[in-house]
């Protein structure tokens, strides 16, 4: 049997539980065609790049599969019918990967980070306040005579 990575885009009007249990039919499609179900992760719901059938943001779900081609085109199949899913993109992979896929990793660190540590901001030199003489231009005078952009 081959190795597969699918995702499907859900429209994001439909709950989390219905995303759940369109995986768990697609699921029970491919178990019945012969394949067996890797890793299942739910990315949540995030932004789209461009609308899709008016939709600006969609849920992402990522299935690791093991399947014979003909339980990979039934479930396409399927999935084109569902008005509730957006889009659907099956890869076919030497290996799956076993540790949590990138989007996970991100959330991860993303989870970590909360913006507290931003390191030492540090001095800023001579621009600490963001209007400070700047030495890469030169200073020229203004209407009444004076120098504009320094402290003299």
Known sequence: MALYEHIYLARQDVTAQQVEAMTEQMKTVIEAN??????IEYWGV??????????RKAHFTLINIDAPPAAIT??????GINEDILRL????????????????????DSDRDERGDR????????RGDRRGPRPDRPRRP?????????AF
Do not use: C, Q, W, Y
Request: zero cysteines.
């Open 34 to 39: 012969g394949g067996k179900i890797g890793k």
């Open 74 to 79: 039934e479930m396409e199949r399927l999935m």
């Open 89 to 108: 993109l099956t890869l076919r992979v030497e290996a799956h990967e076993e540790a949590p896929s990138a989007m996970m990793r991100k959330r991860e």
């Open 46 to 55: 995030k932004s789209l790049a461009f609308r899709i059938k008016k939709n």
């Open 142 to 150: 203004r209407e009444d005579g004076a120098v504009e952009g320094g």
């Open 119 to 126: 390191g030492d901001r540090g001095d800023r030199g001579d």
